[in-house]
């Protein structure tokens, strides 16, 4: 019963991710990113913000790895599924949020605009992270957005502003993203 209830959680987190959202509206404003990806186009923060996101994505860190020591330790399949439950972004940027002292959707809305941004320069190979994209197999709209300036979608002052924070920001989003491909 109880990996039962596990594996359909497992299933509602999963396909609540690939759709995108929870109400229609944002459903359909999502449709064209990729999947698990929201809609980070014209976010605007300053370096101020990224400072503040930083010390959430080192706390999500901390977290995915608490949670990994704790899965490999556990006795039961119920605790390494909670365990691994806690690595999941569902558990862990609450914990960001909070550690960033940024509202949660302010803190989101920032860790996706960062996010599309840095799987664009990872996928064009000009950053050194963990995601690597075949584009022979990719939908037009990711092709798109491959060949294009990863910066284009934010407003030019959080464009400058991420470029400034990259030497910091970008060796800990490629921790993070090595973090939970492991986990996940």
Known sequence: MKRTCITAALVVVLLGSACGGSSPNEASSRASAPVGE???RQVAFTEADLDRFERGL???IEAVK????KAASAATAQERGEAIQAQWETATIPLGAEASSLSEPRYRQIRNG???VFTTLDFQGKIDGPLSIDLERADPDTKARVSGDAFADLPT???MALRARMDRLVPLWSEYK???AVAG
């Open 38 to 40: 929201n809609d980070s």
């Open 58 to 60: 080192r706390k999500e």
């Open 66 to 69: 608490a949670a990994g020591e």
């Open 114 to 116: 960062v996010n599309r």
């Open 157 to 159: 002052e959080a464009a």
């Open 178 to 180: 090595k973090l939970v």
